[in-house]
């Protein structure tokens, strides 16, 4: 991995980064495909039409269906699924999070029902790397646990402190992965995990110990799971100045695209989020100008596209009335137009955000578009 930082303005970083999968300009936000596949019927030929540059998949979920051996017999998750830009692994660590009713941690790992048919599952930091490399994602998540943001304080300094335990090992397995005979990518990238909570102490000690171990790349964990925007934005404050700047970072599960603009003023290079792919099924779209609900009668004679100017296939061929119609109708091809053409906004605003960085006018830009986004809301 090459990381280079090509410009800054204040702590916002505008980087180019080389991959054994091929180049990732951030800031970035990666297409969330949870088993590989973008929900809404989004195809890998889609994902390079409206200009994905990185695609994210779940190790946990993948592991389940259709079994991460699979995947590796097949020839990794790039030929899976026809995907040749980087691909990004979570570790499952967030299903410790997520699964609480069906799972129980120890220092081991973490011992998991699974959600589909209860079968017992034991995932730690060594079993989690062997599946992402059988995976062969360009970029590899570390195992960690995602405490909730209400959990005792107590308890969350104990799950940092074994987090950086986890990280260790982690490293170690790959280090012995990458080197084996078999190993489909054998420059496969690790992402320590920053957390603890709201507790500054706590993130601020915890990143001290991660940064140490001079990692390829760094994520702030456990946050947007319960906690204010405002908590989180000074959690990122304090916590990210500490992590090597020369490195990428990683803001986990964030989020909207005001979270975005707020996340690359403090230091964010990577964001991941199911907000446009989830909110499109629903008939939830971005715009400029704020959000639309397509299925409101307002738009049932409107021959607008969702955003006039737009490139997504949607805008490009379609009206409002009709994807209106589509939804109000139970058509697949409504959910499918929606979830493009967020996931277009998704990809064109970390365009914006780029060139706005690369001619030194980030400030203003966040501003005008933050101002922009607010202004006439019809979610």
């Excluded at 991941?272 to 008939?283: F, K, L, T």
């Amino acid at each position: 991995m090459n990381y280079k930082i090509i410009k800054m303005e204040g702590r916002a970083k505008r980087a180019h980064m080389e991959t054994v999968h091929g180049v990732i300009e951030t800031p970035v936000f990666m297409n969330v495909g949870t088993a590989a596949a973008i929900k809404g019927a989004v195809s890998t030929e889609d994902l390079y039409a409206i200009h994905t540059q990185v695609e994210l998949s779940n190790t946990y979920h993948l592991h389940l269906r259709p079994g991460d051996e699979v995947v590796k017999k097949l020839g990794g998750l790039h030929r899976f699924m026809n995907w040749d830009r980087p691909i990004l692994t979570d570790s499952g660590g967030f299903q410790v999070f997520s699964l609480a009713s069906l799972r129980n941690i120890k220092e081991e790992g973490v011992s998991f029902r699974s959600h589909i048919d209860g079968h017992r599952i034991f995932m730690g930091p060594e079993e989690s790397m062997q599946i992402q490399s059988n995976l062969a994602s360009t970029i590899a998540m570390a195992f960690d646990e995602c405490p909730s943001s209400v959990a005792e304080k107590s308890y969350i300094k104990d799950s940092a402190d074994r987090t950086v335990r986890w990280l260790e090992r982690c490293r170690k397995k790959m280090q012995e992965l990458n080197s084996r005979e078999d190993t489909i990518n054998k420059e496969q990238i690790l992402f320590g995990i920053n957390q603890g909570g709201v507790y500054e102490d706590i993130r601020k000690d915890n990143a001290k110990r991660i940064a140490d171990m001079d990692l390829e790349g760094y994520a702030v964990g456990g946050l947007a799971v319960g906690e204010s925007h405002e908590e989180m934005y000074r959690i990122l404050e304090e916590t990210v100045p500490i992590l090597p700047q020369d490195r990428p970072t990683y803001l986990m599960g964030v989020g909207t695209p005001l979270n975005i603009l707020e996340g690359v003023e403090r230091g964010i290079d990577f964001f991941d989020c199911v907000y446009p792919s989830r909110n499109g099924r629903h008939g939830h779209v971005y715009t400029d100008t704020g959000r639309l609900n397509l299925k409101n009668a307002m738009f049932e004679l409107d021959d607008r596209p969702i955003e006039e100017g737009c490139g997504c296939p949607a805008c490009r061929n379609y009206s409002r009335a009709y994807i209106r119609h589509l939804f109000k109708a139970g058509e697949m091809l409504a959910m499918r137009l929606s979830v493009l053409h967020n996931l277009y906004f998704y990809n064109r605003l970390m365009q914006e955000i780029r060139e706005a960085l690369d001619e030194g006018r980030f400030g203003l830009y966040k501003k005008e578009k933050a101002d922009r986004m607010t202004a006439s809301d019809q979610f």
